[in-house]
């Protein structure tokens, strides 16, 4: 048998590793780092390397699944497309197309297609319910900048930075970072590399992390107070002079009243607050001054617990302040490769709030929030907030979710509120999910469709593009035929809309739902004008950096607007911050939700290795010296409580954090209702159960606190 090989890029995560594959008889082999490729310089994850079992393990779905009494049972999957599409069209005419909604999960970003094909279709539809796993984690980082402003020619990439500051992201378990933080390209290797050259690294994180104890200088914070240390960070910069004066004068408004708002956190207020030693807040606010370049990033870690909208606001101040963007005349390292062409000015873009059109659809549940917009590759997108989805579907009237569609997710598992969640299932009309296995809301749909995976399908680096540190792109073709009856996820909007006779418009082409374009088609109107042609890219199998591409920052025109220190909203950020919270002595630890390098979320759990690394379950990890004075024992029950909830955990000693301070990973657990608490050792403990999605949510976003959270922790055969 001969073998060939191929290049590709995993498409596990959105780091989007190169990756060559060897087939014999359209039958992957094996695959590896490419090696040759200059930008990841053979960087994999343990979690990409496992896509052969991935592919052929028995877990894997590969038809199209129906429930009935017996259980869910295999169907044809145009017979489900005509089933699902005859019962969406009853759900539109007697409750109109709102009564339609989509939820995106992290998977469904890692198809270049789906999320332009499925907003397209909600277009189309003219339904509003589109939901997405940014407004879980990251609302407040993904639209600050229509409340602060946009810096015209971006903010300083990592290899062009002198000093980072980090809050809370740890690329080298996550595979993510923001522009400006250590890229998940490689991120060992591209830390140690500016360390090297100079940079330096400040990490503020409540646990030594593998980036943390790398770091110049950590912080060890306390859980929820990001938003105190960098109301210090800014009054000690401001008070010193070490701003730059120069271009606060010129490009920014509302310098006195952050000022003024920031009077309270002194060195010695915010050390009181956030467990940091007073020196070391200043050490780090001097050390981030003094730059000259570079900025402060932030993971999901500050924006999951206390005051995200705060925090995130105060972050692009802090980069503002210092002013860390390209001039006149630098070089900007990435403008994307699948962007279109277009001047980048030195100067500040004022935008519409990303939650100011009244015309926009709002919430049934709470009618100041409602859809929430952000630019994309071809224009505004909106959507809208997923921590009211449950509600959306449970309250009765008009406007009621009645059928869902989930794509790459598992809300059982990921949305706050796990028990209101599985009402919310088990209430919907119609539950259709688009997974790879039988995941915990797969098992209460009525119809599962088994996507294709990475190598059946053709994708391009879309997500990644931007966050490249110089212009680079990958096309891999599908290189595996399949006989499976697996579809790719938006193939399943496709075929509804023809049913329904929905016109789609992506970008500027039109699809009248009369034949069903291709994928290079859709992603060609996705990337249509793109600084170089997809058919290059498809054309030259790799991974290509196009140095030719970076652009020289021009100067600003007469649209130059001013970035905002001070917009509304902030006072109220501000007294929200520093309202005094009643104190339950009972609550004396906070619970930090983490990440496991062995899994994405809810996925990787099936696969033997990962397995076998990361166990069966996500323990309760604590200081050795709280066990102590606990009384506990390595890997003995515990419960953890909260004000809304309680889960049962295995208790672990874990020395990487603080005393006063546990974490688990999060989105584990068996589904709710099933004597979970039975089951702990055998599928972990679902940390959602311990918040109420209704309860300390963020203006605007309606983000609810998922980190950080009050609780304390009894012995299992001690609990009342």
Known sequence: ???????????????????????????????????????????????????????????????????????????????????????????????????????????????????????????????????????????????????HGYWGAGGHFFEDSDVSLILGNNPMVSQYAPPGGVPSVSPFERMRDAQKRGQKIIAVDPRVTELSRRADLHLQIQPGQDSALLAAMIRLIIDEGLHDIEFCAAHTEGLDELRASVEPYTLEHAAKLTQ???????????????????????????????????????????????????????????????????????????????????????????????????????????????????????????????????????????????EKAMQAMQDLDLLICIDAYMSATAQVADYIFAPKLTLERDDVTLLADPWYEEPYSQYAEALVATDHDVVEEWEVYWELGHRLGLDVVVGNRHYDNAEKPSKFELLSAITAGSRVPLEWLRDNPGGHSFPEHKVVVEAPDQDAGKLQFFPEGVAEDFARATQAVPADERFNLRLICSR????????????????KKMGSTNPVQLHPDDMASLGLDEDCLVEVHSSHGTITGVARAYDRIKPGVITMHHSWGPLPGENADDKVREFGANTNRLIDNLTNTQRYTGMTQQSAIPVYITRKEQAA
């Open 1 to 147: 048998m001969t073998i060939t090989t191929q290049k590709t890029f995993c498409r596990y995560c959105h780091a989007y590793c190169p990756m060559e594959v060897d087939l014999e008889e359209n039958t992957v082999k094996a695959v590896r780092p490419d090696v040759n490729n200059s930008m990841y310089g053979g960087y994999t994850c343990i979690k990409g390397r496992q896509l052969v079992e991935q592919m052929y393990q028995p877990e894997r779905l590969t038809s199209t699944l129906k429930k009935s009494a017996a259980g869910h049972e295999t169907i044809d999957s145009q017979q489900a497309f005509d089933e699902i599409a005859q019962q969406l069209g009853a759900i539109i005419a007697e409750h109109g197309p709102r009564a339609v909604a989509t939820y995106n999960g992290t998977y469904a970003f890692q198809n270049s297609a789906q999320l332009a094909y499925s907003r397209a279709w909600h277009n189309a539809l003219g339904s509003p319910s589109y939901y997405t796993s940014v407004t879980i984690d990251q609302p407040a980082k993904v639209f600050v900048g229509t409340r």
């Open 596 to 611: 496991s390098k062995y899994v994405l979320n809810s996925s990787g759990r099936s696969l033997t290795l990962l397995k």
């Open 276 to 418: 940091v030693a007073a020196a070391d807040i200043a050490e780090a606010a001097r050390l981030f001054a003094q730059g000259p370049r570079g900025v402060a990033i932030t993971g999901t870690g500050p924006e999951m617990s206390e005051n995200p909208n705060l925090t995130q606001h105060l972050v692009a101040s802090l980069n503002s302040l210092c002013g860390r963007y390209y001039r006149e005349g630098e070089t900007m390292p990435n403008p994307g490769v699948l962007a279109a062409p277009g001047p980048r000015r030195a100067q500040a873009l004022n935008v519409p709030l990303a939650w100011s059109v009244e015309e926009r659809a709002r919430s049934r549940i709470n009618p100041e929030l409602g859809e929430l917009t952000t630019m994309g590759m071809m224009g505004p997108v909106t959507e809208m907030p997923t921590n009211l989805l449950s509600d959306e579907i449970l309250t009765p009237g008009e406007g009621k979710v009645r059928a869902l569609i989930v794509v790459g997710g598992n809300p059982l598992l990921a949305f706050p509120n796990q």
